[in-house]
């Protein structure tokens, strides 16, 4: 069976509410708090987002992780402010965010598609992000639930490693 290059989902259930994992998605701030470094979300005029405001649908964004000179820029492709997000992200590719309740818990279900199949792109984004994903959504779930952010800050010595 040839593998599926073009995509790939990854799920983990997080004891925290549906519109607290909602907003770990969609406000800065929380953003901020398992993901990234620095999140700027811009409206559709160009203009900032205040840091605890919900983004929209059309909105853009400006993503910074600790130790990485790039910055990732993407649109949010839809948001419906409850349970569902799609944005762009790694060129052409889009990431759709799931969220569904599961007694205590929220099922956070991450889906990555439209990935290109040339051999960079089955390397740099289909591999890499499955592994970026999975620390990350580790992470989100150790914030929520524990309080401990498992990223590291400190040494930039370390960048790439996992703490």
Not at 55 to 84: L, S
Request: glycine residues 8%; hydrophobic residues 35%.
């Amino acid at each position: 069976m040839a593998k599926d290059w073009t995509s790939f989902e990854l799920k983990i259930a997080v004891k925290a509410g549906m519109q607290d994992m909602y907003d770990a998605w969609t406000k800065a701030t929380q953003v901020e708090k398992w993901f990234l470094q620095a999140c700027t979300y811009l409206k559709k005029d160009g203009t900032s987002i205040a840091a605890g405001e919900r983004v929209q649908t059309g909105d853009t964004y400006a993503w910074r992780w600790y130790f990485y000179d790039e910055t990732e820029h993407g649109e949010i492709r839809q948001a419906n402010g409850t349970n569902f997000l799609q944005f762009s992200f790694a060129g052409n590719c889009l990431v759709d965010v799931q969220l569904e309740p599961a007694g205590d818990y929220t099922l956070v279900r991450l889906r990555q598609h439209n990935i290109p199949t040339d051999e960079a792109s089955q390397f740099g984004i289909r591999i890499g992000c499955v592994e970026g994903w999975t620390f990350y959504l580790t992470n989100l779930k150790s914030v929520y639930e524990y309080g401990h952010d498992l990223r590291n800050k400190t040494h930039p010595e370390l960048r790439g490693v996992n703490n």
